[in-house]
């Protein structure tokens, strides 16, 4: 149980265009997904925090208008990167919470965006 | 704001050797969690320590949080080659803040 999926696995986009990823949690309800960024062999960095039906919560430096999240239902997050430009590129990671699980945080398996 | 620090960097050792890797935190916290991530994979929840002076065990590896709520520490005893792989603290509730973590390598 507690498995979280992310769409797509890699992507390679041209500067200039939005690229979508998706997470969605297979087994359970989110009650709270985040979304990370991962530079090489680096820590990961909390981007925001996104609740259900609310609106996202950003960490400083991080543009809410360049990184769209949605979260429309309790299984799905989805993160747009707009008009992407090669500094994006990065591995993106999602993670959800769920009750009952005491905090532990189940992450996704990523996705690597690679911007021309 | 919160910050995690994790040394060492890089941890290479034979196998069979310990390996520990510890965390410090700038302010007290409420738990602390720590998360293996494999090359080319995504981090995997090991366990989380919530009470002052805590001591978990699985199998090999043993789990530390201090007295005072602002460091832990990861021991594993005897490694072996499937233990490779980048070892994250991350601290806090909810929203997690990441050590920078501590890379593992083994040799046979």
């Known amino acids: 149980g507690a498995v979280v999926s992310q769409h797509p696995s890699r992507v390679i986009c041209k500067s200039g265009t939005s690229v979508k990823i998706e997470c969605r949690s297979l087994?359970?309800?989110?009650?709270?997904m985040f979304w990370y960024r991962q530079f090489p062999k680096k820590s990961l960095m909390l981007m925001a925090t996104?609740?259900?039906?609310?609106?996202?919560?950003?960490e400083q430096g991080v543009e809410k208008d360049k990184f769209l999240i949605n979260h429309a239902s309790l299984t799905l997050s989805t993160l747009t990167v707009t008009s992407a430009h090669p500094e994006d590129s990065s591995f993106y990671i999602c993670?959800?919470?769920?009750?009952?699980?005491?905090?532990?945080?189940?992450f996704g398996p990523g996705t690597r965006l690679t911007v021309l | 704001g919160q910050q995690v620090m994790q040394i060492p960097q890089y941890q290479h050792v034979q196998e069979g050797e310990d390996f520990t890797t510890y965390c410090n935190s700038s302010?007290?916290?409420?738990?602390i969690q720590w998360y293996k991530q494999r090359p080319g994979g995504h981090p995997v929840f090991l366990i989380q320590?919530?009470?002052?002076?805590e001591v978990k065990k699985q199998k090999r590896l043993t789990f530390q949080f201090g007295e005072a709520k602002k460091n832990s520490s990861l021991h594993i005893t005897a490694t072996q080659t499937t233990d490779v792989g980048t070892y994250f603290c991350?601290?806090?509730?909810?929203?997690?803040?990441f050590g920078a973590g501590t890379i593992l390598r083994v040799k046979s």
């Open positions: 993670s959800a919470l769920t009750s009952g699980r005491n905090n532990e945080q189940f």
């Open positions: 087994d359970f309800q989110a009650t709270t």
């Open positions: 996104s609740n259900e039906g609310s609106k996202a919560t950003y």
């Open positions: 302010t007290t916290l409420s738990n």
């Open positions: 320590l919530v009470k002052s002076g």
């Open positions: 991350a601290g806090g509730g909810n929203k997690l803040v």
